[in-house]
C-alpha cells in the first residue's frame, strides 16, 4: 500500500509536553503555508495510489477547514487516491464544533483521531491542554452524529495523580464512542515547559515502574473489553487496525509534505526541513539510502513493535541469519518471541520492553 | 700518567646519587628545586614535580617511575657533575627504588619536619644502608608553623640510626636553604671510582620504549667507556647489538658522544624485542667483554594478582603488546594468559600491590587506550590436596573441591604501622578484624607509637589501606614485609547469575568472614547489574549452599514514545544508540553485567570503613 502524509504544524497553544513540529504563534503563515504545500503536492514527481491519508500535526482542526479541503483536493487531482481510502484528520476537541465536523465528513474525512489525553481536568490543565472533560463528550457525540463510524483517541499515561482506577473509568466512558485507542506515556521531552516544570517540582510525576504497570493492565483491560492491542501504543476494536500505521510499521512506501514531514520510497528515506523558511525554499533535512543492515534492523524493529511480526526468509535476502543469533532462540525458548509458519512475532506481554529484545536480535 | 690524572679528577667531579623519602614528604619538590638552581633549566621550562613526567603521576602526586637528571653545579671555582636519579616512595614500589639505589653512591633521606620518621622513612633508609649508600638526612618542610627540627633530628638519630644533627633544614617549596644540600651532596657523597680504560660494565636501571629508537636502556657506566658503533652485549641475554646512540637526560634526553665510567645516561641500540632487554641486566663490549656481571637484582615476587581483560574481546592481542610494553619498565609486573568462562581471553597479572595494580590498570587505559575489565585482586594460596599434592594457585577459580583439600595455606605478613598514640585503640580494632595477630606497641616519643602486627596479606589487599586512612584521619602510615605462609580456614565463595556461576567474580575468603562477604557482593552486584528482560537472581554460594540471595527485577518498560509521522530514522538511530551503549556489558549466561561490576566488588560500602 501507499500513503501520504500531510502536516499541518499550528495550534492554538503548544501543549507543554510537546517536543513536535508545531508552533502556535505562526498563524500569521497559515496561508503562506497552504500555498506552499500545495505546491509541493503539485509538483511531487511520484505516480502512486494512495490508499490512506493522515493529516497530522500541530493540531489540523485549528486552521480553516477549507485549507484542509483545498489540500485533498490537490491531493486527489495528483495522486489517484482509492474510493476505500482511510483518510485521517488529527483534532483537538476544543478546535471541533458541528460545523466543522461536518465539512471534514463531506470532503471524505472518515477517521478521526482525536486528542483526549485525559479526563480529568486538572491534568489537562498540567498539560497545557486547552480542552475540559465535557468538551471531549460534546465532540464525540456530535461526531458520531455526523457520520464518523471510526474514531481514535489518544490517551497520556504517566501523568500526575493518575491511577489505574482513573484510567479504567475513562476506557468505560469513552469506549462506547469510539473504535480505537492510543495509549502513550508521558515523555519530558529536553527544551519542553513541562521539564522545567518537573525540575521545579511543581509537577510531580509517578514513577516509571509504576507507569508500567498501569501499562500493563490497562493492556489487559482494553482487551477485555474488545480493544485488540495490535502495537506497543494502539489497541483495536472490531478490526478497525489504523491502515496508515500499519503501513508505517510494514515498510510500504508513503510520502509526506509539509513541515519536517518524513517520506519513503523504495528504500529511500527523507524528511523535509523542520524550519518554516527551509521549507518554503524547499529544502531537505536529510535523505538516506537504506544499506542491507539498517534494513534488516528497520523489519526487525517494526515488525516487533506490532502484531505484523516479520519474516525469517525475508531477513535470509539480505544475508543475515537471525537463527545464529543466541539471543533469538532464547526468546523463542522463554515465550518472549512466537514463530507461526516463518512469521516472527512478539508475544504482546513484552511489547512494553520491545526496545530490549529488538536491541539484541539486531546485534550483528 | 697525566691522562689518569684527568680522569680520575673526572669522576672525582661527579656525584651519583637518589632522594628517598616516605610518600609526600617532598621528594619531587626537592628533585625540582635543585634542578632549577643548577640552571639546568630556565625556569620558564620548570614545570611543578618536572621529573613525575606520567600525566598519571602528576595527577596522584606520586613518583611511579625512575627518572634520572644530570645538573651541572659550580663549587668553590670546580665544577661538579651531578647526577640525580629519582625514586618513588611508595610501600608498592620498593623495587625500583632497591634499582636506583644499586645506581649511586648516595642518598638524601628526606623527612618531613613535622611529620617525622614514617613507615618508608625507615624502610627506605635500610634499604639504602644495606646498598652500602652514604646517607644524608635533610629535613623538609621547614616552613610551616608545626615543624619541629630538632625533636626530628632526634627521632631520625634514635629511630633510623644515622647521625642527623648537622643535617640541613630547607623548605623545597619556597627554596630556602637548597645550596646547603647541593655543597652536602659535594662534600659528603663519595665520588664513583671505576676504571676508565677498563672493560665497559653497566647496570641497566630501568628501560623504556621509545617508538623511533626501540628500547632504550637507561644506564649507569661502572667501568669503561661507551659510544655510539659499539657492539655491545646483554650478558643476562646474550644478545649483541650495535649502540646507534648514547646520550644523558638534561632532564630531557640530549645526544653525547660518550660515557664513561662514572656517569649515568642511555643507551640505544635499535632493540625492537621488548623481552631482549632485562632491567638489572650488566652491559658490556661485545669484542672485549668483562668477566662478571654486577649483582643486578633481586627477582620481585608479586604479592597481589587479577586478572586483566579486554572490555572488546577481539583486543586481547592489543592487551598484551600494552602489557609487555609496560613490563618493559617495570620488571615487577608479571602476567600470564588465562582464560575465563565469563570474560573470554586475559591476562591473570601479579603486582606489587593494590596501588600498583590501580596504577597499570589505569595505564593501560589512558596509554594504550584500550578498555579493561579487573576481576578481584588475590593472594598466591597453597593448597594441600588429600592425595599429598601441592598447588601453589593464585586464581580462586582453581581452587580444587573441598572435598580434595586437606589444608590451604596462605601468605601473610609482618606489619608495622605508625601513627600518634591517640589512634592505637582505633588501628588495634581494626587489625584484630582483620584476622590480625598482635605482635608488640613500641612507644617511639611522645608523638608517635609503632603497632606491630601480623596480619593475613589477602586481608591487606582488600581495603586495609583505606580503611587505616579513614579510623587514623590520614595520619597512620604503614609498613609491611612478607613472613611466610601459615594455615588458614578459607573457603570459595561464588557468585551465581541466574543460577549461572561467574567464574570471574568467586572469591576466596575466610571461614568466618563469608557470610557477611556473600552477602556484601550479593547487594553491591544488585545496585550495579541494571533491570533486563527477565528477572535475575543473584546468589552467593560456598560450594553448593547458598549463603547469600538478592534479585534484579525484570525491566517493566522501555520506551513507549510516539512514533509520530513515519519518522523512522529517528527511531532506528536510537535503538542503534542504544545497542552501542550496551558494548561495554559482558554477557554471562543470559545476564548482562557492566564491566564495572567486576572491580566494584572491591570497593568499600561505607558500613565496612
Known sequence: ?364 | MCYIIITMNRQEKTRNFCIIAHIDHGKSTLADRLIEKTGTLAKRDMQNQLLDSMELEREKGITIKLTPTRMLYNFEGEEYQLNLIDTPGHVDFTYEVSRSLAACEGAILIVDASQGVEAQTLANAYLAIDNNLEILPVLNKIDLPSARPEEVKKEIEDVVGIPAMHAPCISAKDGTNIEQVLEMIIKEFPCPKGEENGKLKCLVFDSYYDNFKGAICLIRVFDGQVKAGDKIKMMQTGKTFEVTEVGIFVPNPKTTEILRAGDVGYIACSIKTIQDVAVGDTITNALDPCQLALPGYKKVQPVVFCGIFPVDGAKYQELKDALEKLKLNDASLQFEPEVSQALGFGFRCGFLGLLHLEIISERIEREFNLDIITTAPGVTLKVKKTDGQVLSLSNPSQLPNPVEIEYIEEPIVKASIFAPPQYVGAIMELCQDKRGVYKGLVYLDSQRVRVDYILPLSEIVYDFFDSLKSRTKGYASFDYEMAGYEKSDLVKVDILLNGEKCDALSIIVHKDKAYARGRNLTEKLKKIIPRQLFEVPIQAAIGNKIIARETVSAMRKDVLAKCYGGDITRKRKLLEKQKEGKKRMRKIGSVEIPSEAFMSILKLDDEDK
Not at chain 1, 474514531?151 to 466512558?173: A, H, T, V, Y
Not at chain 1, 519530558?188 to 522545567?196: F, N, Q
Open chain 1, 1 to 364: 500500500m501507499n500513503s501520504i502524509y500531510i502536516h499541518i504544524p499550528f495550534c492554538e497553544q503548544k501543549c507543554f509536553y510537546c517536543a513536535f513540529a508545531s508552533f502556535d504563534k505562526q498563524f500569521d503563515k497559515v496561508e503562506k503555508y497552504f500555498n506552499a504545500l500545495k505546491k509541493e503536492i503539485d509538483t511531487s514527481p511520484f505516480k502512486l495510489k494512495i490508499g490512506s491519508i493522515f493529516i497530522g500535526g500541530g493540531t489540523p482542526s485549528a486552521v480553516n477547514p477549507c485549507f484542509i479541503e483545498q489540500i485533498l483536493r490537490s491531493v486527489r487531482e495528483k495522486f489517484q487516491v482509492e474510493k476505500d481510502a482511510e483518510i485521517t484528520l488529527e483534532a483537538n476537541p476544543n478546535s471541533l464544533d458541528e460545523k466543522k465536523l461536518k465539512k471534514y465528513f463531506e470532503m471524505g474525512i472518515n477517521r478521526l483521531s482525536i486528542g483526549v489525553q485525559s479526563l480529568d481536568n486538572r491534568q489537562l490543565k498540567t498539560l497545557g491542554r486547552l480542552h475540559n472533560r465535557k468538551q471531549v463528550f460534546k465532540v464525540l457525540k456530535t461526531a458520531k452524529k455526523a457520520g464518523y463510524k471510526n474514531i481514535n483517541c489518544d490517551l497520556l499515561l504517566g501523568l500526575e495523580r493518575q491511577n489505574f482506577f482513573q484510567l479504567k473509568r475513562e476506557i468505560n466512558s469513552l469506549k462506547k464512542y469510539v473504535t480505537h485507542f492510543s495509549c502513550y506515556m508521558l515523555q519530558v521531552e529536553e527544551g519542553s515547559p513541562l521539564k522545567v516544570m518537573v525540575e521545579k517540582g511543581k509537577v510531580k510525576l509517578p514513577q516509571d515502574d509504576k507507569v508500567a504497570q498501569q501499562y500493563h493492565k490497562l493492556a489487559k483491560f482494553l482487551k477485555k473489553n474488545g480493544f485488540e492491542q495490535y502495537e506497543i501504543s494502539n489497541f483495536a476494536s472490531n478490526g478497525w487496525l489504523c491502515r496508515h500505521n500499519l503501513n508505517y510499521w510494514s515498510r510500504g512506501n508513503y510520502l509526506g509534505f509539509g513541515l519536517g514531514a518524513h517520506s519513503f520510497i523504495d528504500g529511500t528515506r527523507w524528511a523535509n526541513s523542520s524550519s518554516f523558511d527551509d521549507y518554503f525554499i524547499g529544502k531537505k533535512a536529510f535523505t538516506e539510502q537504506l544499506d542491507n543492515k539498517q534494513i534488516v534492523e528497520e523489519i526487525v524493529m517494526l515488525g516487533l513493535r506490532c502484531c505484523l511480526g516479520f519474516r525469517l526468509s525475508q531477513l535470509k535476502k539480505y544475508g543475515v541469519k537471525l537463527e545464529k543469533n543466541p539471543y533469538f532462540n532464547e526468546f523463542l525458548e522463554k515465550g518472549v518471541l512466537k514463530a507461526e509458519n516463518g512469521v516472527i512475532k512478539i508475544n504482546p506481554d513484552y511489547y512494553g520492553v520491545s526496545n530490549l529484545v529488538i536491541e539484541k536480535l539486531i546485534d550483528f
